[in-house]
T-cell receptor, first 114, second 115 residues
Framework: GENVEQHPSTLSVQEGDSAVIKCTYS??????FPWYKQELGKRPQLIID?????GEKKDQRIAVTLNKTAKHFSLHITETQPEDSAVYFC?????????????FGTGTQLKVEL | DGGITQSPKYLFRKEGQNVTLSCEQN?????MYWYRQDPGQGLRLIYY???????QKGDIAEGYSVSREKKESFPLTVTSAQKNPTAFYLC??????????????FGEGSRLTVL
């Protein structure tokens, strides 16, 4: 099945700086890559996603890039703010073996310091 | 108010007891999922269901059971066979199980503690 690795596990940045979180996946047939944000004590929520037919997608301060050849994708947050502090999860939808399920990375705890 | 509701929010269980976690959605979603969240391990899939009366094992199904008798409901039973059941459990749903499946909508979670 699909295997997703996520790095770093913790990331601390100063307010206004950029943050980058990287993920790799194993199933070359995977075609959908979402990113979820989970604030402390709350449910995970989708912040951005990308499909395998595009290489980059941007939504205001958030962008995601995908390199299908290398099987890795990254989340970029610019001009970070304190409210960006949360745990971020990447995920990949693998098709090998049937089904339609997301495999998540282990998460990155982002802390934006004032 | 549409959404996905999990209950109970907190649950304590003695060793050897089975417990059932409830998950209900009124989003008219076809697919439903159960994930387990442990510190440093992300979200791991326990079971998922793409349609009523059908479900498949995820990556860590041992010691768990589910049913999908109604579209709106996908209860998870944590059995006494689950070796380490203390965890945070998240239920989710999505519009379709087809190739254009998009966003997962999560419930607020149920925290199970085995005493």
């Amino acid at each position: 099945g699909e295997n997703v690795e996520q790095h770093p596990s913790t990331l601390s940045v100063q307010e206004g700086d950029s943050a980058v979180i990287k993920c790799t996946y194993s199933d070359s047939a995977s075609n959908y890559f979402p990113w979820y944000k989970q604030e402390l004590g709350k449910r995970p929520q989708l912040i951005i996603d990308i499909r395998s037919n595009v290489g980059e997608k941007k939504d205001q301060r958030i962008a995601v890039t995908l390199n299908k050849t290398a099987k890795h994708f990254s989340l970029h947050i610019t001009e970070t703010q304190p409210e960006d502090s949360a745990v971020y999860f990447c995920a990949a939808r693998g098709l090998t073996g049937g089904g339609n399920k997301l495999t998540f990375g282990t998460g990155t705890q982002l802390k934006v310091e004032l | 108010d549409g959404g996905i509701t999990q209950s109970p929010k907190y649950l304590f269980r003695k060793e050897g007891q089975n417990v059932t976690l409830s998950c209900e959605q009124n989003l008219n979603h076809d697919a439903m999922y159960w994930y387990r969240q442990d510190p440093g391990q992300g979200l791991r899939l326990i079971y998922y269901s793409q349609i009523v009366n059908d479900f498949q094992k995820g990556d860590i199904a041992e010691g768990y059971s589910v049913s999908r008798e109604k579209k709106e409901s996908f209860p998870l039973t944590v059995t006494s066979a689950q070796k380490n059941p203390t965890a945070f459990y998240l239920c989710a749903s999505s519009m379709s199980s087809g190739s254009n499946t998009g966003e997962l909508f999560f419930g607020e979670g149920s925290r199970l503690t085995v005493l």
